[in-house]
């Protein structure tokens, strides 16, 4: 498998990174380089091998109910780069 | 009689529109997300309550600043499993917490913990009451936990969207039916019931202007037992009605491309319940590849079977249990003990009511007194003005023979608008029905000699019987027990 | 005398404890040797109010004989570790200003036992890199000469381009400079595929990476999260379990963390090692491997052995595959990890047209080269279509990893001897610019501990050709650290005490 311009720029856009037109093929030359890289992995016989869900056998542990931290609406919008009345503002979405 | 169907494939269609090129049957699915009753949220300890100040209810973990990371409430867990249950669906002892990646304002992670290959509750069924005699069955797809997003605001400002996260991380449960409904009253009836269900298991409020539940509607229409034709997915429907309005709208405006020898777009879509119309979400047009695997930062969800059992222990008795204990137990139709099962609240008062009493005299008062008074103030059975004590001290008083059931009216009314112990009332405002046959006999003999005309028309045609009733009763204030008038004015009169 | 920075941790908690220095003596030193050091940028921040107000409380606590463990010890704090009010960026841009008004698990507890913090260490950027060179705030230089260098033509390279300097390896490379120059007397370190084991290594320091779940990850920013370990880098295996010992320990805000007590592991440090089975993976002899590496392998074989160690060869045959599937697995935990940051919380915003244009220009500007690459690789893998064949792949090829060592243990192995990195350290600007995959390389011991989620050590054990520091790696059964403690400890005893350098660079 390897990726051209096209997917470079679908992937960007996915990951939401800006990508200019002249960064399209060194990018997309070295994310072939990296599925080369792993390409060797194609012949690895997997047997019946499960997916690893959690790398030490442990049950996930639960929390009770209960109500507990609220950082407050000045902490949770104190690094905000653009807040008002505690809110965070973005550039207007359209639905 | 009641029947059950199934609607699937395998069953004939049962309801069909009319086109121009001839029969449709409409096929919807739904996706709802019921938030789940709890103090605190999905994956954080901030509260889950409705409103407050903007990210007044929000942690360190729903802002997802760096570093933070999930930790699972086990009274979600409980909840689901509750419903799951509920919905007489498989329970998953092993479910996987995957994420949903992608990018919007209120979604702060950047993905949405959710539930996507393996999910903590798998098939199920609804038996759903399409009309008081009419029933089908819904099955259910799978259930599945996640995470609520935040809420943007988008007319605070021209150029700006405000963005609040009080609701990012509050838990839902994603239920997924399967393509089962076939119109927009069988859409609504399943909303109803499962919401019923839900309020029944405590699981959700099923508050719907609250958002407490919100209804995804996937709607296609096809020749009847033809292939399923594309479906559109109408988002965040927010109420009963409009979600039946959604559906009818969305199939009549299929019919009419496809009859046009147009094609349906697979598209999100949105109601406009104003202009009774849908439209395309253009926010939502962009292909969307949400990339998920499960979360690493959350260890698969393990419980094992006792643990099940336990809840299912002490799972109350569900409105569909409720309502055939109610036929075979107080008597009722179907009908009556429908009506009554709708709330468990209601089903509860009327128990109240009924015990040790006659049972369908209660049911009639409970339905066509109280429920009649309550929906034309606009309140529910939480805020009766009348308590299941006081309702059942005044058909005490019916039963007995203390008032009539006409008495009984106005004693509800004063019961209803000044309160107070029925008894009491009916002795300190002089409603007692007089069964004093002396009392009675003199006004029916001052009648009798007053209208001797009367009594020869009565003679000859004896349903006049009815007028001197009514003179009696009127002369008496009504109280007179209209046995007593009617055997002594037979009686008097010879008939 | 020694000077005060020269004392090992555990010789400044002694002296501490004896009343021969006080906390702020202690600090004073270490901040003026930071001072002088600024060139060498393994600090990004520094906190030198707070670290004297710590050590005042510290002596007022020594005092009144309320002294924790750590009690007075200066120490680094890597950027990835969230300390509250102060600078936590994971030495990227795109974290520009921020302050979280959170303490990680892992600092707290080294806190509560008394440790005084210094200020925040350069690394590579959310951790990504062998070199320390994808940081924000630039390279960080390691204060080891280059071979043949001269401290004059080092001290001119240190206020010029750098170039021919040596790099500290990475993530954690601030961490390791900062150790080896003795700007402090520990630092704190994180290892997602070797950022603990490669710097400790390149400079002749002692890290661990604890088994998976050991150290909370509550409150360090994520790289990927099935394979981000907390851990120390000291100048001793000894200061190493002291400082480990308070940064373990269960946290119920970690749904991954470890419940169980935490071992004295102090105690394991000199306990002898006789009889303990010590596997020599044979897959790990790879093609084009220096002499020099093999050499100091056998060495390292022979120094067990004659401490009454059995030695045994074992197969683990997934180990080549481990990089490659390490290359799936946590970019793509990382792409998702890294969907935070988008300029509407925190950090940096680069203003857009629209939503999406402000989220793409923030991210390609906030994002370094290597993050940018390993996001868009991430993103790739777990995309529609190919999750299967990359990501499901890779996870499956994780569980052979594991179960490669599994059945080593099973087979009564007590802990298994590597080299711990294929290659002294080399200089800066040198390796990964045309093709990153070659930088990608330098994980190739470490990453399989990672993947596998087991502890693993990285211990000097000798000196290259070059006159650079070499060490070998320990890689033990889960949650036995302390047996990988008594080991290094034996190597680092017959390797005698690795010389630092002088400080060349004041
Ligand atoms: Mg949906
Ligand atoms: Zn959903």
Redesign the pocket.
């Known amino acids: 498998m390897s990726v051209d311009q096209a997917n470079v720029r679908r992937i960007a856009r996915l990951a939401r990174i800006a990508v200019r037109d002249e960064e399209l093929p060194h990018l997309a030359q070295e994310l072939n380089a990296m599925l080369a890289f792993v390409e060797e992995l194609n012949a690895v016989d997997l047997g019946n091998a499960e997916p690893m869900t959690s790398v030490l056998p442990m049950q996930m542990k639960m929390r009770q109910d209960v109500v507990g931290d609220h950082a407050g609406p000045e902490i949770v919008t104190g690094n905000a780069p653009i807040s008002e009345d505690h809110f965070f503002l973005v550039p207007k979405v359209i639905e | 009689m009641t029947t059950q169907t199934k609607s699937s494939e395998a069953n004939k269609p049962s309801k069909l529109i009319k086109g121009a090129t001839g029969d449709w049957e409409i096929v919807v699915g739904m996706?709802i997300?019921a938030q789940v009753s709890s103090q605190s949220k999905l994956f954080s300890a901030a509260s889950t309550e409705f409103g407050g100040a903007p990210n007044a209810h929000v942690s360190l973990v729903d802002a997802a600043m760096p570093g933070m990371l999930p930790v699972i409430n086990a009274e979600c867990v409980a909840q689901a499993i509750r419903t799951g249950l509920g919905l007489k669906a498989k329970i998953n002892n092993r479910s996987v917490f995957d994420r949903k990646n992608y990018f919007y304002p209120d979604l702060p992670q950047g993905y949405q913990i959710s539930q996507f290959k393996h999910p903590i509750v798998g098939e199920g069924e609804v038996v759903v009451d399409v009309t008081p005699t009419e029933q089908i069955i819904v099955g259910i797809e799978r259930l599945h936990l996640e995470q609520d997003a935040g809420k943007s605001l988008h007319d605070q400002s021209p150029t700006d969207s405000f963005v609040d996260l009080n609701r990012s991380g509050v838990a839902l449960m994603?239920i997924?039916s399967k393509p089962d409904i076939r119109s927009a009253e069988e859409a609504r009836a399943y909303v109803t019931k499962l919401r019923t269900i839900l309020r029944y298991l405590g699981t959700c409020d099923g508050n719907m202007e609250q958002g407490s539940l919100r209804a995804?509607v996937n709607v296609s229409v096809r020749r009847p037992g033809g292939p399923l034709g594309t479906r559109c997915?109408i988002k965040n429907v927010n109420s009963i009605r409009f979600i039946g309005q959604a559906v009818d709208v969305e199939a009549r405006r299929q019919i009419g491309i496809l009859e046009d020898g147009g094609k349906i777009d697979q598209e999100t879509r949105l109601f406009d319940p104003a202009k009774g119309e849908t439209r395309s979400m253009r926010s939502k047009e962009e292909a969307h590849d949400y990339r998920y695997f499960p979360d690493p930062d959350l260890l698969p969800l393990e419980f094992d079977q006792a643990y099940v059992d336990q809840l299912a222990s002490h799972l109350p008795e569900l409105p569909d249990d409720k309502r055939s204990r109610f036929m075979r137990d107080y008597g009722l139709t179907g009908y009556d003990a429908g009506v009554l099962v709708m709330e468990r609240a209601s089903a509860d008062y009327y128990e109240a009511v009924a015990k040790g009493r006659d049972a369908k005299l209660a049911a009639n008062w409970v339905i066509n007194e109280l429920f009649g008074r309550l929906n034309k103030e606009g309140l529910d059975i939480e805020t009766s003005p009348v308590s299941a004590q006081q309702l059942g001290a005044i058909i005490d008083l019916i039963s007995d023979g203390t008032i009539s059931g006409k008495i009984a009216k106005d004693l509800f009314e004063i019961v209803w608008s000044e309160g107070g112990d029925p008894l009491a009332l009916v002795e300190a405002r002089g409603m007692k029905q007089v069964t004093d046959t002396g009392a009675i006999e003199a006004a029916v003999e001052a009648i009798i000699a007053a209208n001797p005309d009367k009594v020869a028309q009565a003679q000859a045609k004896p349903t006049m019987l009815g007028w001197f009733v009514g003179q009696v009763m009127k002369q008496t204030g009504g109280k007179a027990n209209p046995q007593a008038v009617n055997d002594l004015l037979k009686a008097k009169l010879g008939i | 005398m020694t000077q005060p920075v020269d004392l090992t941790l555990a010789q400044a908690r002694d002296a501490l404890h004896a009343g021969k220095i006080s906390a702020v003596e202690l600090t004073k030193a270490h901040l003026a040797a930071m001072e002088k050091a600024s060139a060498l940028n393994c600090y990004v921040a520094t906190t030198p109010d707070q670290a004297l107000a710590m050590a005042q409380r510290s002596d007022a606590r020594f005092a009144s004989k309320d002294a924790g463990p750590l009690e007075g010890i200066p120490l680094g704090i890597k950027d990835l570790y969230a300390t509250k009010g102060v600078h936590t960026q994971a030495c990227s841009h795109i974290l520009d200003g921020f302050k979280p008004d959170y303490e990680s698990t892992v600092t707290s507890h080294l806190w509560r036992d008394g440790a005084i913090m210094l200020g925040k260490l350069n690394m590579d950027e959310f951790a990504m890199g062998s070199s320390n060179e994808t940081s924000y705030y630039g390279p960080v230089v390691s204060p080891w000469l280059p071979n043949g260098w001269t401290q004059d033509q080092a001290r001119k390279a240190l206020s010029g381009d750098k170039k021919g300097l040596l790099v500290p390896g990475g993530s954690s490379g601030g961490s390791a400079a900062a150790v080896a120059a003795r700007l402090c007397l520990g630092a704190t370190a994180t290892d997602t595929g070797g950022s603990i084991r490669q710097p400790a290594a390149f400079t002749g320091t002692v890290g661990i990476k604890p088994t998976y779940g050991r150290c909370s990850r509550w409150g360090i920013v994520a790289f990927a999260s099935s394979l981000d370990q907390a851990g120390p880098i000291a100048r001793t295996v000894q200061d190493c379990a002291i400082m480990l010992r308070s940064m373990a320990g269960h946290d119920p805000r970690d749904a991954t963390s470890f419940d169980a007590p935490v071992p004295d592991y102090e105690k394991s440090v000199g306990a002898s090692i006789r009889g303990k089975k010590i596997g020599i993976p044979r897959e790990y002899r790879i093609e084009g491997m220096p002499a020099e590496i093999d050499r100091l392998w056998n060495q390292g074989i022979d120094w067990l052995r004659a401490a009454g160690a059995e030695i045994v060869d074992i197969s683990l045959p997934h180990t080549r595959t481990a990089l490659p599937a390490y290359y799936i697995v946590a970019p793509a935990e990382a792409s998702s990890n890294l969907a935070r940051y988008d300029g509407v919380r925190y950090g940096l915003r680069v203003p857009g047209k629209d939503i999406t244009d402000m989220y793409e220009q923030t991210r390609a500007k906030g994002f370094g080269k290597e993050v940018r690459r390993r996001i868009m690789i991430g993103t790739y893998v777990l995309s529609a279509g190919y999750y299967d064949a990359y990501y499901v792949r890779a996870q499956k090829i994780r569980t052979l990893i594991k179960r490669d060592f599994e059945l080593a243990y099973a087979n009564g192995v007590d802990a298994i001897l590597t080299p711990a990195t294929p290659s002294a350290a080399f200089g800066i600007g040198e390796k990964g610019s045309a093709d990153p995959v070659e930088m990608y390389l330098n994980d190739v011991f470490t990453v399989t501990v990672n993947m596998a989620g087991l502890p693993g050590l990285a211990v000097p054990a000798g000196l290259s050709s070059g006159g650079l520091p070499l060490s070998l790696q320990l890689i033990g059964r889960p949650f036995d650290e302390e047996t990988l403690f008594s080991i290094a400890e034996v190597i680092e005893r017959s390797a005698g005490q690795i010389q630092l350098p002088k400080p060349w660079w004041e």
């Open positions: 996706e997300h994603e997924v995804d997915e």
